[in-house]
């Protein structure tokens, strides 16, 4: 494996929720009481209005308010990404130069969903995207939910934009990803998009982890992953023996249902997701909690 590169925004990021009131308005209270949470407990940076955050149905000038109030309560503390990426490219820069207005760390990009455009079309899209402010930008890859994987050759050809510093992988194909590290120019970091992987994808040569699971795990991830870089290959396994039952528990509904729920539960209300998603059953948040106290009386050891 060649050299790991530095991981530009810290090595655990937590994909946060966004808090909603009970009036489906966004809870900016919680928001702000949440990013201390998370500092607290293992993230070193927040990607803000991303698809745990229900980025398609907050308004632009929701994710600027967010964006803004991300860097308020972070305060240096913890890096803050701004989620601009849409499936247009004209609103996306839009929402990258407030973001940059906003005094955010970096900027994320999704793939460009439904419109299924080819790969010189994405291509297009991140380059118009990155050139639009000084700030570096990750390129969030998943075809899962996009329909379009941003293939290997143009992932190559975005790493060598200078703005272009990283990519958030969930592409969920362990094996394509460490292909794709291996292909990248030295200093181009690539973060597991997808928390059952990050164990793999950081031991291929990963930097991190844009997380789910660290809202309810963060110290255990973070511990993992610096077993995974420490070569302690016997504790990043247990540590992930540990999480990946709460893994799987909150992806077992469209996530971030039973986050949300599981937050409300064991933490402290966040609100329900916004239509079209839904409240996740009963039966998900006792799931959850299950495989959560498995993580606390680890923690209490």
């Keep these: 494996m060649k050299n790991r590169p530095v991981a530009p925004f810290g090595r655990v990021l937590t994909a946060i929720i966004t808090p909603f009131?009970?009036?489906?308005?966004?809870?900016?209270?919680?928001?702000?009481?949440?990013?201390h949470h998370l500092g607290d407990n293992g993230s070193e940076g927040i990607v803000v209005a991303g698809t745990t955050g229900e980025s398609p149905t907050l308004s632009k000038p929701e994710k600027v308010a967010l964006f803004k109030a991300g860097v308020d309560a972070a305060k240096g503390r913890m890096t803050v990404i701004a989620g601009a990426g849409t499936y247009d490219t004209r609103e996306s820069i839009e929402l990258a130069e407030a973001a940059a207005s906003a005094g955010v760390d970096g900027i994320m990009a999704v793939t460009p969903y439904y419109s299924k455009p080819p790969q010189r079309g994405i291509a297009a899209h991140m380059r118009a995207i990155a050139s639009a402010t000084d700030l570096p930008l990750m390129v969030y890859n998943i075809p899962g939910r996009t329909a379009r994987r941003i293939e290997i050759e143009t992932m190559v050809e975005l790493a060598?934009?200078?703005?272009?510093?990283?990519?958030?992988d969930a592409v969920d194909d362990v094996a394509w990803t460490t292909e794709a590290i291996e292909a990248f120019p030295e200093g181009f970091a690539v973060y597991s998009g997808s928390d059952s992987h990050t164990k793999d994808i950081v031991a291929a040569g990963g930097v991190g982890v844009v997380s789910v699971t660290s809202h309810l795990a963060g110290r255990e991830i973070a511990a993992m992953v610096d077993a995974v870089i420490d070569g302690r290959r016997d504790d990043a396994q247990e540590l992930h023996d540990l999480v990946e039952p709460l893994n799987a528990a909150l992806f077992s509904e469209p996530s971030p249902m039973p986050l949300k729920a599981a937050l409300n539960a064991y933490w402290?209300?966040?609100?329900?997701?916004?239509l079209p998603l839904v409240p996740a059953e009963a039966a998900t948040t006792e799931l959850v909690g299950k495989a959560l106290d498995a993580v606390l009386e680890y923690r209490s050891r």
């Design 21 to 35: 009131a009970t009036d489906g308005s966004v809870d900016y209270s919680a928001f702000w009481k949440l990013v």
């Design 160 to 168: 060598h934009h200078p703005k272009i510093v990283a990519t958030k």
């Design 268 to 274: 402290d209300s966040v609100g329900d997701p916004r």
